[in-house]
Every structure is written in C-alpha cells, then in structure tokens.
C-alpha cells in the first residue's frame, strides 16, 4: 500500500490554510467564469476550438504534472537516481515532438473529437467502440490513482481523512468541469502550472543549500550510493545490473518508443488540450511547447528526490520508517516555513487536481461522444449531449473516487501507472502507427491488433513475471517488457490480418493516412503564425537537441 510517514505531520497554521481557500476560490472562479463561453457540446468538451497555443501548451505539460510527477518521480529519484531522467529526456520529449509534426495534422485536420473518433474514420465501428472502452476503463482508473495518492499527502500533512481528502477533492473537480467544461479544466490547468512551479522551485532551491549545493549532493550521494548513481547510462549493458532493471535496450524501445509515443500520442487526456486550439498551427505546436518545460521538469521534482535521500538517508531503508514516496513530503516537513508550506500543499493538491481534471474532462468526452452518441443515443439535439457531458463528467468522478483504492495494491504510484500505460496506450499506439502509415491496413486488422496487444501485455505481466515464469528484476522492467510484447503481438497480428482481409477503398482513407490530404481541411496561416520563432519544425528539432544535451552531464 502507497502510505506516508506518521511522522510527517505539517505545523501547518491559520496562513496556509488561507492560502488553501484562496486557491480553492480561485479555481472555483474560473468555472464559472468559462461557464460563459459554454453554449454548444463541442464548447463544453472542445473549448469550440478557440484556444491559443499557449494556454494549450502549458495544459497540456500540466494535464501530466500530476501525481506521477510529483510523488512518483521524486521516489524514482530517490531510489533510482539520474536514470529517472529517461522518463523525460528519452521517454517524453521525442514522443511529444513526434505528436506535434507528425500526427496533429491527422488529429486536427480531420476535425475529430477525441482519439477514439479518429479510429472510427480510419478503421470502423469495432476498432471504435473497442478503443472507447478501453480509454474510458483507463481514464477512470488513472483519475483514481491521482485522488487516492492526494488523500494519502493531505492525511499524512494535515491530518484530513482519506475520505475527506476524496470528497472535497473531487467535488471540486466535478464543480469547476461540470460548469465550465474544457475551458475551465484547460485554464485551471494552466494556473495549477504555476502553482506547482512556486511550491517545488523553492522547496528545491533551500534543499540544495541545505546540503551543501550541487557540489555537496553529488559528493554524498556517489560517497553512498556509488559513482553510477549519478549517471544516466552506466550499468545498463545487456547482462549488467542497476537499481531499475533495464538495459539499455528496453529503455529505449520499451520506455523510448513503445511506451513513451503509446502514451504522448494516443493518450486523449493529453491529445484533448491540442484538439482544443484555434487552428492546425496552434494544435501543432501544442506539444512542442509544452516539451521545453518538460525538459526541465527534473530540476524540481527528481532533484528533490535526491536532496530527500541526502538528508534523510534511511529513505526507503525500513519498512517502518520513511518510504521513497516520502521524499517530497520530508522536505516539506524540514524546509519551509509557514506560509511558503501553505503555497507548497497547494502546489501538491494543484498537481493532483490536475491530473484528476485531464481524465474526467477526457473521459466525459469520449464516452458521451465515442459511445453514448454514437451507438446508444444517436441523432438526438446538440443541448441533449450538452447536458449527458454534465452528468457523465459527475459519473466519471464518482467512478474515480471508486477506483481510488486499486492503487492500494501496487508498490508504488509509478509502478502502477506505467502498468496502465502498457495495458491500454501501447497497444492502441500500434494500430494508430501502421495504419497511420500502411494504406493496406485493414478494418478488421485494426481491431484484433488493439484487442491482441491488450491481451498479449496482461499475459506478461500477470502470468509470466508475476507468477515467475520469466525474471525480470523490478516492475518498471517489466513494464517496459510488457510494452514491447504488446507492440511486437499486436502489430504481427495486423500484418497477418491484412493480408487476409479487404483494404478499405483508397478514397475513404483522404486525411487518416500519411501522404494524403483530406479534400478542404486545408486551411491558410494565421496572422503571426509564419513567423520564425513560431515554426514547428524549429520547435519540435530544438527540443530534441536540447534533451540531447541535457544527457551530457549525466552520461559519464
């Protein structure tokens, strides 16, 4: 079970608790304010397609920066070192760039709503409704890990209890989407950004004075943990061991490719925020902007990981003392004073909200559009949807609050998200990539290819490694492993099924696959948007080689 510390309990007082209400204010605010500009569905689960990339692109790192990144990534840091670097620099950035240049011209030119829709052009009904399942199984499931991980901090700081925590966390949530829809979760988004930022730059910037700067961190860890803690590749022969369990080989195609572009690509908690920009160009640099905060992301929260195990060097050590998700909270707990603790809890429940809101607003999209309009309530009114998204988007956060304690029987957040991540996104990411690119691809194809991928990664994971069958050394390896058999089955299973079953007529497939253009979704420039610094193509390759160079200090 994912616990925290008794001894972690906040002097929390009457300021932080005010800072607290502000923000809840705030975010209440914002929906109502969005409430507005909510008058058809598509401006309830799309924003009407009207956002600038900016706000676009800080949602969507910030749809990310929830409790993945801010426990799970910190504990990786404290129990793997810099080899949790590759979450971002190999394990995002490409993938991000790639969903940018590459697959948002698909995406946005073809005027879906929702990935799942996207299938529905390309592949058929079946691969449809099949993938509208799995991602609205998937959404609640990750909705729930981000309140369950939330009420564990607040009971563990504050002393709330766990239901407490629950409620008032998803109330919240459901009254600011429920209201405001999109727009609202988006532009909450982007204030929770900033939020998260002021509580872990200083928590970051007093912990490494505390420990002597950068200097004083490196010197203790290698004295303790040896020189390959620090580095990012040594140790990961095939055949050698390290901390995480993986060579270099299933960091790069299990984390690198499968799971990273399975995720960035076909994840519509993140693809929903790109839908929502106001033209092509827009929804194209999506991603790309939001890849160079990404690329710094570990400053302030796998760094922190670090400090935590410097300064209490029993993390992780005992069973029943301070646990590797303790890291965040310890420093907390040892470096801030009141007031700055306060802004510091509201940064950890922004995160959280965050991560709750991408998947409630994605969900209520993809179930009322991909499922409830389209095989249950067909042709109904544009204000009968309007008011289904309402009452699916209070659904889905129920069901989160439901599915909250399933992360209870994982070891640790990380763990069980990337679990997820294997079961559902990499096989959905294999029929999108050949499809994508083989006009060949048949419908029927794609639907065995996303039913065998999901089916091929339970197999490995809960018979083969959990019942011992194959050694892999840690549940991230596995992970990695999963993705790759998921991958590998399900597109084997596409090309044998193509070349036993009918293509879909060349002309329907106009704008789903690379090479082809979709007669009038072309639309001109925006003013502004040829400018040079605006260029995708910069961006995208700029991001690339900046990610690049950040490896160079941890490569040796």
């Not at 592949?123 to 991602?135: D, K």
């Not at 709750?356 to 179930?367: D, E, I, W």
């Not at 990499?426 to 794609?446: E, H």
């Not at 193509?498 to 696959?513: C, H, I, Q, R």
Request: proline share 4%.
């Amino acid at each position: 079970m994912i616990t925290l510390a008794e001894g972690l309990r906040l002097p929390t007082n009457g300021l932080d608790y005010t800072i607290l209400a502000i923000y809840f204010a705030v975010v209440l605010g914002i929906g109502f304010a969005a409430r507005r500009s909510v008058k058809t569905s598509l401006d309830f689960f799309l924003s009407g397609r009207s956002l600038p990339a900016w706000v676009t692109g800080l949602a969507f790192v910030a749809a990310n920066l929830g409790a993945t990144e801010i426990l799970g990534m910190a504990a990786n840091g404290a129990q793997y070192g810099a080899y949790t670097v590759h979450w971002y620099w190999i394990g995002a950035i490409p993938a991000m760039v790639f969903l940018g240049l590459v697959m948002m011209p698909f995406y946005y030119g073809s005027k879906v709503r929702s990935v799942p829709e996207f299938l529905l052009h390309r592949f058929g009904p079946s691969s449809h409704l099949l993938s509208s399942v799995i991602f609205a199984v998937s959404s609640v499931l990750i909705a729930g890990v981000n309140l369950y991980a939330m009420a564990i901090v607040l009971q563990a700081l504050l002393g709330w209890p766990q239901w407490v925590a629950i409620v008032i966390a998803g109330l919240f949530v459901l009254a600011y989407i429920t209201v405001g829809g999109l727009s609202s979760a988006i532009y909450n988004e982007v204030l929770q950004f900033f939020v998260i930022l002021a509580a872990l730059i200083p928590l970051t910037v007093v912990g490494l004075k505390r420990v002597g700067g950068w200097d004083g961190l490196t010197h203790s860890l290698t004295s303790s943990h040896g020189d390959a803690f620090l580095t990012a590749w040594k140790g990961t022969g095939i055949g050698e061991s390290n901390p995480l369990g993986a060579n270099w080989l299933t960091i790069v195609l299990g984390l690198g490719f499968v799971m990273s572009f399975g995720y960035w690509t076909t994840n519509f908690a993140e693809v929903q925020r790109a839908l929502s920009a106001k033209n092509l160009s827009a929804a194209k640099r999506t991603p790309l902007i939001a890849a160079f905060p990404k690329i710094f992301i570990p400053l302030v929260v796998v760094v922190p990981g670090l400090i935590a195990l410097v300064m209490e060097p029993t993390l992780g050590k005992s069973a029943g003392g301070l646990q590797y998700n303790d890291a965040i909270p310890v420093l907390m707990r040892d470096l801030l004073p009141n007031g700055v603790l306060g802004i510091a809890v509201t940064g950890l429940l922004a995160a959280f909200m965050a991560g709750m809101a991408a998947n409630v607003s994605s969900f209520n999209t993809v179930f009322t559009n991909d499922i409830w309009a389209a095989y249950l309530k067909k042709g109904r009114e544009d204000r009968y949807y309007l008011a289904t998204g309402r009452v699916v988007t209070a659904v889905g956060v129920l069901i989160g609050m439901g599915t909250a304690f399933i992360a209870s029987s994982f070891s640790n957040i990380m763990n069980y998200l990337q679990t997820l991540f294997s079961f559902f996104n990499v096989p959905l990411f294999v029929v999108f990539i050949i499809g994508m690119f083989w006009k060949r691809t048949s419908a029927a194809a794609g639907f065995w290819g996303l039913l065998s991928g999901t089916v091929a990664a339970m197999v490995n994971y809960f018979w083969f490694y959990k019942q011992g069958i194959i050694a892999i050394p840690s549940d991230q390896g596995a992970n990695f492993v999963s993705s790759i058999v998921a991958f590998v089955v399900g597109a084997l299973v596409m090309v044998v099924v193509t070349m036993v079953t009918k293509p879909k007529p060349a002309a329907s497939l106009a704008g789903l696959v690379y090479g082809t253009r979709s007669p009038g979704m072309e639309e001109p420039p925006a003013e502004g948007d040829d400018a040079w610094y605006r260029k995708p193509a910069l961006l995208g390759w700029g991001a690339l080689v900046l990610a690049a160079v950040c490896y160079i200090p941890f490569s040796f």
